[in-house]
């Protein structure tokens, strides 16, 4: 081989191990914001935890010192309960923490959000939040579960500590047949963002937060960086409006898997023809 032709893969061979490491770069950018959402869970499930072993605890004195056979059975019901409800967040908890990036699966994403509001119950009720939830029924979405619960937390949690306290959040999924996607849409009653900082928001460790708040969530610049990954894993598109002062809101689209099925099928019988 001559000079001049290995001065001419140079170039390429350069090229290909800058673009292999800035994936990896990317890759463990991703793994960094994972720990870091099952980190910034930590105080809010530790609490969760904690209420709901004191209401293991209490209940079973209940039903230990009292014999009455209905004021037993009420208690044995509600050590179920509790009892399911921890091992639901146990569950969702332990999703958030596995790397599962490729398994895609027929998924209800009106059932991930209420698996999300879960896991944010308490800490909404702590800062006076209400949710307003508008939706009924839509199609399932081609899509890994567990990215789309941190989806769904990154956005809940900057959603919360934009209002601060004594707001609401409003969640609307529904169909949209012109696009044949699933939308999903959280808009928020916070602060809003500033025009000139919104072009800004998904790149990574850009963040308006000094550091976590109080609850420990947020200020790594990474929270919305990893959203826009995770929808556009998901062939899906991501958009954001605000006003300074009003609020700001998130619309998520989603390709509906019985129309990306049709769409298969239909190029198949293209193809036999």
């Not at 904690?50 to 209490?58: G, K």
């Not at 967040?89 to 490729?102: C, P, W």
């Not at 900057?158 to 996607?181: D, H």
């Not at 989603?254 to 239909?266: C, Y």
Request: glycine content about 6%; aromatic content about 4%; proline content about 3%.
């Amino acid at each position: 081989m001559t000079r001049s032709n290995l001065d001419s893969d140079q170039p390429a061979q350069n090229g290909d191990s800058r673009d292999a490491w800035i994936e990896e770069l990317q890759n463990r950018l991703l793994h960094l914001e994972r720990l870091a959402s099952v980190g910034e869970l930590t105080s809010t499930t530790t609490h969760e935890f904690n209420n709901l072993l004191m209401t293991v605890i209490n209940y079973a004195r209940m039903g230990l010192n009292n014999k009455d056979d209905a004021a037993r059975e009420k208690a044995f019901s509600r050590i179920l309960d509790a009892a399911n409800r921890g091992a639901k967040i146990t569950s969702m908890v332990l999703g958030l923490a596995r790397n599962r990036s490729g398994e895609m699966e027929p998924t209800d994403l009106i059932a991930l959000v209420e698996d999300a509001l879960v896991l944010m119950e308490r800490e909404l009720q702590k800062y006076r939040i209400l949710v307003e939830k508008n939706w009924k029924t839509a199609p399932k979405i081609l899509a890994s579960p567990d990215q789309i619960q941190r989806l769904l937390l990154n956005l809940l949690t900057n959603a919360r500590q934009a209002i601060g306290e004594n707001g609401s959040i409003k969640i609307k999924i529904a169909y949209e047949a012109t696009s044949k996607s699933v939308v999903l849409a959280i808009r928020d009653s916070g602060c809003g963002i500033e025009k000139d900082v919104l072009p800004r928001i998904f790149k990574p460790f850009f963040t308006t937060k000094n550091g976590p708040d109080a609850s420990g969530k947020g200020g790594t610049g990474l929270g919305l960086t990893a959203c826009k990954e995770i929808v556009e894993n998901h062939k899906g598109r991501i958009r954001v409006e605000s006003t300074v002062g009003k609020g700001t809101s998130f619309s998520i689209k989603f390709p509906a898997l019985q129309d990306m099925q049709e769409s298969l099928e239909n190029k198949s019988v293209l193809k036999a023809s």
